[in-house]
């Protein structure tokens, strides 16, 4: 899978723009506030669907437009196909080939890719959702169907949260349970699925960034789960069974309380290095490479299952590295051989990631202009 070429349409500030992307190294760079993050994050939708940071996706429209629009044109499986999305607000539609995309399989086929952004660096210490979103998109990559199913999931979940606040019926509650049982067992397994994948890769990554002498582990933790139930190996209706049992042992707690408190969005990934938690006791610099062993993993992953390395977007990370780790992530960048899009405010922090193919753009005031070169004189 390679991209072409990507066009931007009233997306955020960026004046309307066309980047031919190298099929290696493509570097933006700019001063604060000028566009670079809205460059990755009109990749970031058109590949995922997803916004990488907005909250709304209509925010994603220009001040004072009505729509964004980004079209992709790749080459997957030696065909050219070109790949739109339009945001309205309220909406987004997308296109393949210049038709509506009815079922997202279809969409999705050939197209995944990584995000690195300074957000990431701090899911270490963070709180669990910080960390259970992290996980989700790792899942939704490998497995697309997962947009849906986590989405059906969240609906379900907020009906019955509400239900509790208002004091519902019982019954009225109860009908809710197995609904979201099934689908809480269905996003279980999906994500113990993609822990079993990564886990060891992400291991051996972390020997290799971390020049730790500690061994880094990862773990799916789920919550109140209740004794008994082994989960890394009950089946899909087995731990669908045990949600619904401890929805209801959670009954009069979690109608006190107004929320839902068993569930995968309930869960945490546990993270150690050595035998304490990295949240608690990890450095700076470790957490970083904890984040940075789990993308090299998913990465792999990636290319073991799809067959092609995944597009790499990498946001200004370069500057939130020591030298050490970033000359690692530069050099590991520049062998893979992934496409790559890498924003920064300093050309001389990604000068290791470039190559003679590498395309040079420069971001000013939503303006994005290509350039011959704009690696610094060594
Ligand atoms: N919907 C929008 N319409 C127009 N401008 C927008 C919209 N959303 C954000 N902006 C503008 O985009 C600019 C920020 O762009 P972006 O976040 O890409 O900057 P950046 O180059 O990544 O900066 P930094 O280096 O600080 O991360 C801001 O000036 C902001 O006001
Ligand atoms: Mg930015």
Redesign the pocket.
């Known amino acids: 899978m390679k991209l072409l070429s990507l066009t931007y349409q009233r997306f955020?500030?960026l004046d309307a723009v066309t980047l031919e992307p190298s099929a290696h190294a493509t570097i933006a760079v700019?001063?604060?506030?000028?566009?670079?993050?809205?460059?990755l994050?009109g990749l970031y939708l058109l590949a995922t669907l997803k916004p990488l940071r907005a909250n709304k996706l209509s925010?994603?429209?220009?001040?004072g437009e009505a729509s964004a629009k980004v079209t992709g044109r790749f080459l997957i499986a030696g065909a050219e196909r070109e790949i739109a999305v339009e945001v309205i607000p309220g909406g987004r539609t997308a296109f393949v080939d210049g038709k509506r995309a009815q079922a997202l399989d279809a969409y999705f086929g050939g197209v995944s890719v990584v995000a690195f952004t300074p957000d990431d660096l701090a899911v270490v210490k963070g709180g669990p959702d910080g960390r259970r979103a992290f996980l989700d998109r790792s899942v939704f990559n490998v497995v697309p169907a997962y947009l849906d199913e986590s989405r059906e999931y969240g609906r379900a979940l907020k009906s019955r949260n509400k239900l509790l606040k208002d004091r519902a019926p019982m019954s009225h509650l109860q009908a809710w349970d197995a609904t979201l049982a099934k689908l809480g067992a269905r996003l279980w397994v999906r994500r113990r699925a993609l822990m079993e994948s990564l886990v060891e890769r992400a291991r051996v990554a972390f020997q290799r960034i971390g020049r730790s002498p500690l061994e880094a582990q990862w773990r799916y933790q789920p919550s109140h789960l209740g004794e008994g139930l082994s989960f890394a190996t009950a089946s899909e209706a087995e731990l669908c069974e045990r949600m619904l049992l401890r929805l209801d042992a959670r009954l009069s707690r979690d109608v006190e309380r107004g929320f839902t408190s068993v569930g995968p969005h309930a869960d945490d990934v546990e993270i150690a290095l050595g035998d304490k938690p990295a949240r608690a006791y990890a450095s700076q610099g470790q957490s970083r490479a904890l984040v940075l062993a789990w993308k090299v993993a998913e990465i792999e992953n990636l290319q073991q299952h799809n067959g092609f390395l995944p597009l790499l977007l990498l946001?200004?990370v370069s500057s939130e590295l020591d030298p050490e780790r970033n000359a690692f992530l530069m050099g590991y960048l520049a062998d893979s051989g992934a496409q790559t899009l890498l924003?920064t405010?300093d050309a001389a922090l990604v000068t290791r990631a470039a190559g003679a193919d590498t395309r040079w753009y420069r971001?000013h005031a939503?303006k994005v202009e290509a350039r011959a070169s704009l690696s610094p004189a060594p």
Not at 30 to 39: A, C, D
Not at 59 to 63: A, K, Q, S, V, W
């Open positions: 955020r500030n700019g001063e604060n506030g000028q566009g670079k993050t809205n460059l994050e925010e994603l429209i220009r001040f946001d200004d924003t405010t971001v939503g």
